[in-house]
């Protein structure tokens, strides 16, 4: 087989609705290309049907393969399987749902041949609830302050890596992470596109409330220690204040003498602080959890078959 030189990468959960439509667009775009390719799904332990259906793309278009979890792993892990078997010297991660139109790749493969070694994507005139895209501010806000990076739209998966990219991202072992965020700190010259965005085909998004909160304590912790700093920080200037406030009431208890009112008001400030604490200790508690996520060292992900890799 020869050498590739674009590798797609689409990682699919319960996409059945999906793939025909998909890989009908898809296909004669990257044909079109005239470079040697491989399109890689990972089969996230789908429920439905999507691996018959993607096992059938194997033997149907030439350069589909297929690699199969033992679970559902996530996302991330499902890109990060497919990255380490991929060969392709530009390699493309975009989602199985149809959100991100594959007439877009051309042009992301043009700006990596550029020069540019990751290529991000805004996504204009965005198809999603007012909730998912306020959600997305926050998120992007809060990375790029945290982090000391800057793009524009971490959400957007329809993304181009060069291959340098994706051997250092393949060197770290990292059991959770966010792929966009991780490639630009290896990224030395990255570029940012505007592209198209379509709603949903067909099926549900996989992403709740919570799994978006997940994501959002993902990206803060996985990728800076600023919420410890900030949190001790915080710490520092409420003693200080607290300090202050004490030598207040001490003055205050000789010009007026004893009181006891307003002891609800010290009820307020007091849950105010118990609050702050919680919140902080939960921040500890997370980078605990990563950590020890990382010395367990389990695997991060389990193939139980790969279809079409095979020379
Ligand atoms: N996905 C996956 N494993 C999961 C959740 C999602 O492989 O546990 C895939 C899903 O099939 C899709 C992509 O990741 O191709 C993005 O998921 P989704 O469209 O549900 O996310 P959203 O667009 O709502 O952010
Ligand atoms: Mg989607």
């Known amino acids: 087989m020869e050498q590739p030189y674009l590798s797609i990468v689409i990682p699919v959960y319960n996409e059945e ?3 025909v439509p998909l890989i009908e667009r898809l296909y004669p775009v990257v044909k079109g290309t005239g470079k040697p390719f491989e399109i890689i799904f990972t089969n996230d332990g789908s429920r439905d049907r999507s691996l018959e259906i993607l096992r059938r793309f194997v033997q149907d278009y030439p350069g589909a393969k297929v690699i199969e979890f033992n679970g559902n792993f996530g996302q991330h892990m499902a890109i990060l399987a497919a990255f380490e078997m991929s060969r392709g010297e530009i390699v493309i991660t975009m989602d199985a749902d ?22 991000g994507t805004i996504r204009q005139k965005r198809q999603d609830t007012l909730f998912r895209r ?3 501010r926050v998120v992007n806000i ?12 971490y959400g957007c998966m329809l993304r181009a890596y060069h291959r340098y990219v994706v051997d250092n991202i393949n060197r770290c072992r990292e059991t959770t992470t966010f792929i966009p965020a991780l490639a630009q700190t290896f990224a030395s010259n990255p ?4 592209v198209s965005h379509a709603e949903r085909a067909l099926g549900e998004s996989k992403y709740s409330f919570y799994r978006l909160i997940r994501l959002n304590f993902d990206l803060m912790t996985g990728f800076s220690v600023v919420p410890l700093q900030l949190f001790a920080l915080f710490g520092i200037i409420t003693s200080l204040f607290s300090l202050a406030f004490a030598l207040f009431l001490l003055v205050r208890r000789f010009i007026v003498g004893a009181e006891v009112e307003g002891v609800f008001t010290l009820f307020a400030i007091l849950f105010f602080f118990i609050g ?5 200790i939960g921040i500890v508690g997370e980078y605990v959890g990563r950590i020890y996520q990382e010395v367990r060292k389990r695997p991060r992900f389990v193939v139980r078959k790969t279809y079409g890799f095979e020379e």
């Open 134 to 136: 306020l959600a997305s």
């Open 142 to 153: 809060t990375t790029n302050k945290m982090t000391g990076m800057h793009m524009n739209d």
């Open 98 to 119: 149809l959100q991100n139109p594959p007439e877009e790749i051309p042009r992301l493969v043009a700006e990596i041949e550029k020069g540019y070694d990751v290529v």
């Open 276 to 280: 702050i604490i919680i919140l902080g």
């Open 191 to 194: 570029a940012e596109i505007p």
């Open 17 to 19: 609705s999906n793939l």
